[in-house]
Nanobody
Framework: QVQLLESGGGLVQAGGSLRLSCAASGSIFSINVMGWYRQAPGKQRELVATISSGGSTKYADSVKGRFTISRDNAKNTVYLQMNSLKPEDTAVYYC???????????WGQGTQVTVSS
């Protein structure tokens, strides 16, 4: 089992910045992928960014150049630095941890990000 604890959400004005953190604990494999997804009201959950334990990253086109995902493997923690925030970034942001064969996914409880115009 893996537990994920997210923090860092909140209310910010357009153009501002926030940093999300997600700390994983439990039975963590050295090879894994962690990432951030988001779900806005009335919309499906969508990928924001992912990062592998080796450091490979992937971003949604909508956040490229504004968001940066990073991780500290020693702390089993993934971060999402969000700059130049837009009202359309408003959503609940979820942390996801993927590991194992077969792959198994774990989700955090979500943290609200609200960007006011």
């Amino acid at each position: 089992q893996v537990q994920l604890l997210e923090s860092g959400g909140g209310l910010v004005q357009a153009g501002g910045s926030l940093r999300l953190s997600c700390a994983a604990s439990g039975s963590i494999f050295s090879i894994n992928v962690m990432g951030w997804y988001r779900q806005a009201p009335g919309k499906q959950r969508e990928l924001v960014a992912t990062i592998s334990s080796g450091g490979s990253t992937k971003y949604a086109d909508s956040v490229k150049g504004r968001f940066t995902i990073s991780r500290d493997n020693a702390k089993n923690t993934v971060y999402l630095q969000m700059n130049s925030l837009k009202p359309e970034d408003t959503a609940v942001y979820y942390c996801k941890h993927l590991q194992g064969v077969p792959l198994f996914e774990y989700w955090g409880q979500g943290t609200q990000v609200t960007v006011s115009s």
